[in-house]
Every structure is written in C-alpha cells, then in structure tokens.
C-alpha cells in the first residue's frame, strides 16, 4: 500500500448509479424498512423495525471456516458482541467492529453485518468482535462511544479471547460505526489509552458518518442515490445528538471536538480511510482524511469512484472484495 493511496475521481455525470438487480431490490427493501419506521416526531416504530430487520444466529459450528458465539458485555444495557473465529492460526489480529445505522438502526446480528463480519474473519484472517452498542433515539450522544470504549476494556480486562493477539488490535466501522472509531480511537490516544493488554493498532473508517451545517457539493449534487441522502441524515442527527443541539456538535463534526484541536500532539493511530463516489457524505469523508494528514498522522485514502454508500454489504459487487484486501494489507503493514 502506497502512503497516500488517493485514487483520482473522474468527473461524474451520472447522478445514480449502475447496480445488479439483486442489489437494487435489497437496497429498496432497506430503504423501505428504514423509511418507515422512522416518525416525523423524531422516534422509532422500534417493534416493528426489529420484525423486518432480518437477524442472523451465532453459529458454534463452523460457517466459511468461522465460529461465532455471543458475549455479554453488560446485560443493564444490553451491551454484548458476537464473536467470530476463524478455524486454524492462534495469535490472530483482532479487528473490533462497529456496525452502521445511523446510530438509530441495525445490531451485531443484523444479517448483512453478520455476513460481512464472517467474511473479514476468514479472509483477513482475524477474530473480529462485532459490538452491539445501545441505539439512539432511546439513547443519546455519548451512549454509542461509551459503550464501544467499555467494550474495549471489557476486552482488556480478565475475559480470555480465542487465538488473539490484543496487541495487534484495530477498530473499524462503517457509517456510523466509522464515526465511533474514530472517537474510541481519539478517545483511548487522549487518555493514552489506559489498556493492560489492548493496543489499538489502526483505525479503519468505511464511509464514515460526519456532518456539519455547512452543505456540502456531494450533498447537494448527490440527492438520487442509495440510503444517504440530506433528509435521512438529518433525521439522525437528531435523534442522535442531544436535544436542541446542530450539527456543529462534536458527535456529528470531529472538528468542533475540543480533543480534534490536540490531536498533532496525540499518538492516534494509523487509518485507513474507505469513500464511494456515489456518496453522499464523501466531501465530510476527504476533510476527515485532509484532517489527519495535516496534524501529521499516517493516513490511507482508498477511493471506489462506482461505490455508493453500504456496498461493502454486497458482495456481489466488485469494491466488497477489493475493500477486504486492502483491509488486509493494511493489518499487515501496520502488524510489523
């Protein structure tokens, strides 16, 4: 992997994108889920989102190569991750996921973050631990990034972890989720981490989720694509951030955070940073990246120009493989 791994976007004049059928029909039938179970007021229709969020069980036999089994956190707040272990080498790399959602939606069982979390186990290889962490709006800023650090130290305390090397561990997510890695990652580097054992060894950021009250160019051009667009986004921004707040806030903007302005003087560790030309929140995804190269952090930028937002959910398409290979080499260069 070069050092800066930006790959130029041609100008696009499509405002959509091409997708298999197989794709447009699951994206529609998710689109459709979300939509409506969100209220105007701000709250879910919870009950029912969960009846059409298709869910996956933990398997003790081996799936792919891969186990995976259930572990509670804590139980006071429904706090657990799903643990996948991939059959063959011991002191693997651990690879601590947190799932997308817009903070509102989906879990660990969710079925495509079920899947996805298989096929990094097996193809990395590595034990990944999928974190399912409490939902806005019925949980607020800062319960997500709480519950992922507590995760962490949960990992760090006396609970044994299978054939894992928690020195070589790295935390990912997408969405969402990409935003609470970059906060445990800020997080641990502000309080120089506090861990026993657990040292986080990279960040990876697949299509984070920020935002700010500034519009974007992506934003405004890109209204016709999957999942994201200006509407949805800034209905989970409010059910996310705290009551009365904007965009500005630190949980939506990583440079309001009052830790962003010291991060120069911070260890935060290497990232690799993932964005899809069909995406809505690429211009906040490149100020993220511009961000870290200028307050002088090893960063990696990794542009799909046919991407939208999710894809690595499809494997059918070509960039879900492509991402895990670079998700590959980036363990192993930073695993040295």
Same mark, same amino acid.
């Given at each position: 992997?070069?050092?800066?791994? &930006? ?19 699951? %994206? !529609?039938?998710?689109?459709? #889920?979300?939509?409506?179970? &969100? &209220? ?6 919870? =009950? ?11 398997? *003790?036999?081996?799936?792919?190569? %891969? ?10 707040? +429904?706090?657990?991750? =799903?643990?996948?272990?991939? !059959?063959? *080498? ?52 800062? !319960? ?26 790295? %935390?990912?997510?997408?969405? #969402? ?11 641990? !580097? ?38 994201? +667009?200006?509407? =949805? ?52 995804? =490149? ?50």
């Amino acid at each position: 992997m070069k050092k800066d791994h &930006r790959v130029s976007m041609a100008a696009e004049t499509r405002s959509t994108p091409i997708l298999p059928l197989r794709t447009r029909f699951l %994206v !529609a039938c998710h689109t459709f #889920a979300v939509d409506y179970c &969100r &209220r105007s007021n701000g709250t879910v229709i919870r =009950r029912l989102m969960n009846f059409l969020d298709a869910k996956s069980p933990p398997y *003790a036999n081996l799936v792919n190569g %891969v186990t995976s089994s259930d572990i509670t956190v804590d139980a006071s707040r +429904n706090l657990w991750f =799903r643990l996948f272990t991939p !059959a063959g *080498a011991d002191m693997l790399p651990v690879i601590v996921y947190f799932h997308g959602g817009g903070f509102v939606f989906f879990s660990a069982s969710t079925k495509p973050y079920d899947e996805f979390c298989r096929r990094l186990a097996e193809n990395i290889p590595a034990v990944v631990v999928s974190v399912n962490y409490r939902l806005a709006p019925e949980h607020r800023f800062p !319960a997500q990034f709480d519950d992922a650090f507590d995760a962490l130290k949960f990992l760090d305390g006396d609970f044994l972890l299978p054939k894992a090397d928690l020195s070589r561990c790295f %935390v990912a997510g997408d969405s #969402a989720g990409g935003n609470i890695a970059h906060q445990v990652a800020l997080r641990s !580097a502000a309080s120089e981490g506090g861990f026993r054992r657990l040292r986080i060894a990279g960040v990876i950021a697949i299509q984070p989720f920020f935002g700010g009250e500034e519009r974007t160019e992506s934003e405004l051009r890109l209204t016709r694509v999957p999942f994201v +667009n200006m509407e =949805r986004s800034d209905w989970m921004w409010k059910a996310f951030l705290p009551k009365g707040s904007n965009r500005s806030h630190e949980g939506a903007n990583f440079l309001s955070d009052p830790k962003s302005a010291h991060i120069s003087g911070l260890n935060f560790p290497a990232t690799l940073l993932f964005v899809g030309g069909f995406d809505p929140l690429q211009d906040w995804q =490149r100020k993220y990246y511009d961000w870290l190269k200028e307050s002088g952090k090893e960063a990696y930028l990794v542009e799909y120009p046919q991407a939208i937002h999710a894809f690595y959910a499809f494997p059918e398409l070509p960039e879900a493989s492509q991402l895990i290979t670079e998700v590959r080499d980036f363990i192993q260069k930073q695993s040295k």
